[in-house]
């Protein structure tokens, strides 16, 4: 019988650590060996299971990287960019697959994965969850079908503790549009106005960030015209649905070719050139 991959999870403490942990735990395609929490959090050395209020799930709390990654087969990071890019070295040091859920990396952040995806197989996505991929191909698909006469305005909602704006699922939505239309999304994007802008400029793609209470993740990619409005939504109800995309992504990313991948590729809904 071949063995489960062996899962890490870092950021370990967090609103998307402790969801993966949960549904791990819960799988019999893989098992959870190893956990991650920065210097100095009051978690390390705690068993994750216990820490979390639960009963004990036999894995401690480490800020050892290297050796919780040379006993794994996958990392799944939801962190921070700084802590993401790190990861990064390790895991591609370590040879394992490196899911990366992180949002708010700037270009040079992105940049610095390039290397270590020469060495491992790295998937990243600034949102995991099924319906957000596919919602990407259909926006992709109507901004294309759609003229400039229709202005596109990508709108999204979040909880009061998120720190990067645009969200990462808007911006994917933002290229998806500009994709659609042929355009370069830095040749048109507009972000956060704010007194006298001027009237709105034809062809731009303009982003809008709502931040309150708990709300998980909400998205619309607005096409208005003169007369009518089309609306494509996803709202996500529970984090678990980016957890479930970064499982597979884990699995998927078994024996796969080194490289940049996106869950478009894990899903199998990337479209040929
Ligand atoms: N791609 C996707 O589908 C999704 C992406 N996300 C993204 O995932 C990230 C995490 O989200 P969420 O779980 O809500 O955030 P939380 O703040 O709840 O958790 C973040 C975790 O990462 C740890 N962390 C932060 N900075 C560092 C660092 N420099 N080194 C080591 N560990 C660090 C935190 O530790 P500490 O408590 O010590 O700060 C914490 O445990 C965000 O970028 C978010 O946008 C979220 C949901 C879905
Ligand atoms: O920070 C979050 O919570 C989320 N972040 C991702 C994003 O930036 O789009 C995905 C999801 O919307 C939740």
Partial sequence: MATNPRIVITGTSGRMGQTLIGLIVASEKMTLTGAIERSGHDWIGRDVGEAMGGAPLGVIV???????????????DFTAPAATIAFA??????????VIGTTGMTDAEIAALKPHAARATIIRAGNMSLGVNLLTQLTKRV???LDDDYDIEVIEAHHNQKVDAPSGTALMLGEAAAEGRGVKLTDVSDRGRDGITG????????FT????????GEHDVMFAAAGERIILRHVASDRSVFARGALKAALWGQNRKAGAYDMLDVLGLSEPD
């Fill in 62 to 76: 480490t800020e050892d990287v290297a050796g919780a990654f040379a006993q794994a087969d996958a990392v799944i």
């Fill in 89 to 98: 070295q390790a895991a591609a040091e370590a040879g394992i697959v490196h």
């Fill in 143 to 145: 901004a294309a079908a």
């Fill in 199 to 206: 009237a709105r400029k034809r062809g731009d793609i303009g």
């Fill in 209 to 216: 960030a709502i931040r309150g209470g708990d709300i998980i």
